[in-house]
């Protein structure tokens, strides 16, 4: 009877512990995404102010106190991709907190990507970039000659 019960025990630590590797390698893949709607501590990015004049753009993001081992950043001319992962030992024990995080954030303008300059200080993101001129925008004109194809014009 004992040695049924040991190696009932046995047998429950082996699945038990097989379950919780299955999970911990789910999690290490799993991604926190977000629009950039508010400011929010419970999220990667605790703040993003914005601050702008006739020919420049300032996005200035404040990341939160976890440790962030990798920083990447995709910019276009109408927003900002922040994508990172935290470090291994950032977990607190008992919550959830996914490996990978990335915000996307939609800026009031368009900028030229091409003339980002950007500085990390402690925990604070800055971004500076030259407006895109407005002229330099594209619009397009559809044409529909029936019963030809439609024929597109720049505007």
Known sequence: MTTLSLQSIHTLNFFNQLIQDSLASLLENCQQSTLWVGNSSDLSIANVSIAANHTQMILTVVLTDGQITTLDIEISPDTVLIQGQWAKGAEIQGCFRPSHFQSLIPLPGSIDPETAQVSLEE??????????????????RVELGLPSQPRLHPA
């Open 123 to 140: 925990q604070v993101l800055t971004l500076q970039f030259f407006k895109q001129d407005q002229s330099q925008s594209a619009k397009v």
